[in-house]
């Protein structure tokens, strides 16, 4: 309704309207010239309101609009019937807005000589129906909004609540949450203390292993030592066969140092299979005790850095699980002060409301029943 802001704030001042409406009797010029006429005012009302009300009422009566000229403020109907009374009548009356109010002149004039009706009770008896239903249809626009009122302000107490009602549960899931940080900090504590009580043997296994890969190397020397040896035998056996070769070329000349170089040849032979056999013997040896030498100091090394970076994790993990009980805690802060905001003001201030919200419907109920 369009007046309700001014009828809420204003009804609680006008509670003792009178239930029926103070009618006064005046002259008043009109288009048939100067006439006696009833006026009253309609209190918070808007005059096309009021119009409709006035123009239905009449309908219902069967009465019939009267064309007027446009610059015309008056309204006319005929056979306009009023209580206790068989003649039909002309009605001429005028609506004004009059501040928050508006103001209803009304002529009664017999249809048949267009005469004054001078039947006060008869066109008080009117003018009163017309206040009843206007008064009604006040009331019971104001009730459809002061019902949306109150639902509005039950509906703002009952997201307050599920507000409420989340703070708690973003509470007690806040607390879930720092305490399996608190366990996650002390698994990180203990897991680093076994990391750390491993960082020694670690460091020794190293030591062990470099010591076991200057062994490995030390083995390849001598394993360098033989080939070496291997390779003096070949070049001496070399230049045997060269002397022989020259030998034979006057094999009657040299007979006898034929005979010994190949003696020396033979024995060269042997030699050197010897020399070889070991030889291979010891480089693969040596060549696994060094591979194996060297990968067992790179697992080593590999473990001592895994466990580094393991304490590094560990300490990454017990820095992240603090920094989330920092904002975990935060946010029970301030979910309690807004648990606390609301149940100290914000809970008893929407309660408040509804209750003054439900008065006033109950006012507007009991005033509205004075015009039933």
């Not at 140092?257 to 040596?286: C, P």
């Not at 309660?351 to 005033?367: A, G, T, W």
Request: aromatic residues 6%; positive net charge; contains cysteine.
């Amino acid at each position: 309704m369009k007046f309700w802001s001014s009828f809420i704030f204003t009804f609680y001042l006008q509670s003792l309207l009178a239930q029926n409406p103070e009618i006064t009797e005046e002259k008043r010029l009109l288009s048939l010239g100067e006439k006696t006429c009833y006026k009253m005012q309609i209190p918070q009302q808007a005059l096309p309101s009021v119009e409709k009300i006035v123009r239905k009422y009449l309908k219902n009566q069967s009465a019939e609009s009267v064309k007027v000229p446009k610059a015309s403020n008056e309204i006319i109907f005929k056979s306009v019937f009023l209580n206790e009374i068989n003649t039909p009548h002309l009605l001429y009356f005028i609506l004004e807005q009059q501040g928050s109010n508006v103001g209803w002149t009304v002529i009664f004039l017999n249809e048949k000589d267009s005469t004054n009706q001078e039947n006060k009770a008869s066109i008080q008896s009117f003018m009163q129906n017309i206040y009843k239903l206007s008064m009604i249809a006040l009331y019971e626009d104001s009730i459809i909004m002061q019902s949306k009122a109150l639902t509005e302000a039950e509906t703002k107490l009952k997201n307050l609540s599920k507000d409420a009602q989340k703070n708690d549960k973003n509470t007690i899931k806040a607390k879930r949450d720092i305490a399996d940080s608190e366990k996650e900090i002390e698994k990180s504590q203990k897991n680093i203390k076994q990391i750390t009580a491993q960082l020694e043997g670690l460091t020794a296994a190293i030591g062990k292993a470099e010591s076991n890969l200057k062994t490995a190397e030390s083995e390849i020397g001598k394993v360098n030592q033989l080939e070496k040896t291997l390779k003096d035998i070949l070049k001496r056996d070399k230049e045997m066969n060269k002397r022989l070769n020259e030998l034979e070329k006057d094999p009657a000349a040299n007979v006898n140092l034929i005979v010994a170089q190949k003696q020396d040849l033979m024995l060269s032979a042997e030699m050197i299979k010897n020399h070889k056999q070991e030889f291979l013997a010891e480089e693969k040896i040596g060549k696994d005790n060094l591979k194996s030498a060297e990968k067992i100091l790179d697992k080593a090394k590999d473990n001592l850095n895994r466990a580094g970076k393991m304490i590094k994790t560990e300490n990454k993990n017990i820095q992240k699980a603090k920094d989330n009980i920092v904002d975990k805690t935060k946010e029970i802060d301030d979910s309690e002060i807004e648990a606390n905001r609301f149940h100290t003001k914000e809970k008893l201030k929407a309660e408040e409301e509804i209750n003054k919200e439900k008065l006033r419907l109950e006012l507007l109920k009991d005033k509205l029943s004075l015009y039933r």
